[in-house]
């Protein structure tokens, strides 16, 4: 696609049901990105793809987030046993290549997540 | 760990006033350094970047920003800024040996006319 996709743009959520968070990346990206980006927060880094595999997984915040990514593609983020706290905007980006290597990171406009 | 550093929260400015808005980092040595914007509902949008050579850095939609690595600084400047230039804006810094971005909190612009 032109750019990032994410879906679905909104959702509100029960506590403590499971929500799933699906990326589609610009197309030939290698590198994919999960932020999260609470009211009043800057953008908080979650996880970093390099094609399949995610070296860099430090900023999921507990147990219950887990991401994977397949086919080089697309990636869905999953958190379960929602809490309120869980609650932000979720964001998706990718860009060619690792940013080092000079390629800008494109962002989609994020899936919306309320926990009730 | 590398840090950012927004020091004001909100700003606001007349339609074609000049605008710079404050960008600190914290790193030991010379780090990757990005502006973005972000409108209302919008995903973030790449203004600008540095990675090496000159220190001024022009961007997009008339932004430039200044490297200054004796003050750990990165601000953004418009001479003139525009109504349409009412959003929020991001400083974000990599290291090259992580492969995140770390972005400060963000610093609104109110445009008034």
């Known amino acids: 696609g032109a750019g990032v996709s994410q879906s679905p743009s909104n959702k509100v959520t029960e506590k403590g049901k499971d929500v799933e968070l699906r990326c589609d990346p610009i197309?030939?990206?290698?590198?994919l990105y999960w932020y999260r980006q609470s009211l009043g927060q800057g953008l908080e880094f979650l996880i970093y793809?390099?094609?399949?595999?995610?070296?860099?997984k430090s900023g999921l915040p507990s147990d219950r987030f887990s991401a994977e990514r397949t086919g080089g593609s697309v990636s869905t983020l999953t958190i379960q046993r929602t809490q309120q706290e869980d609650s932000a905007v979720y964001l998706c980006?990718?860009?060619?290549?690792?940013?080092?290597?000079?390629?800008?990171?494109?962002f989609g406009e994020g899936s919306w997540l309320t926990v009730v | 760990a590398q840090s950012v550093t927004q020091p004001d929260i909100h700003i606001t400015v007349s339609e074609g006033a000049s605008l710079e808005l404050r960008c600190n980092y914290s790193y030991g040595a010379t780090p990757y350094l990005f502006w973005y914007v972000q409108s209302p509902g919008q995903g973030l949008q790449l203004l600008l970047k540095?990675?090496?050579?000159?220190?001024l850095v022009q961007g997009i939609k008339g932004f430039e920003a200044e490297f200054k690595r004796s003050q750990s600084s990165f601000n953004l400047r418009k001479p003139s800024v525009h109504w349409s230039d009412a959003a929020e804006y991001f400083c974000?810094?990599?290291?090259?040996?992580?492969?995140?971005?770390?972005f400060g909190t963000g610093t609104r612009l109110q445009v008034t006319l």
């Open positions: 793809f390099q094609g399949n595999s995610a070296p860099d």
């Open positions: 540095y990675f090496s050579g000159d220190t």
């Open positions: 974000a810094v990599g290291t090259g040996t992580a492969s995140k971005l770390t």
């Open positions: 980006a990718s860009s060619l290549s690792p940013y080092t290597s000079g390629n800008t990171i494109y």
């Open positions: 197309s030939g990206h290698t590198a």
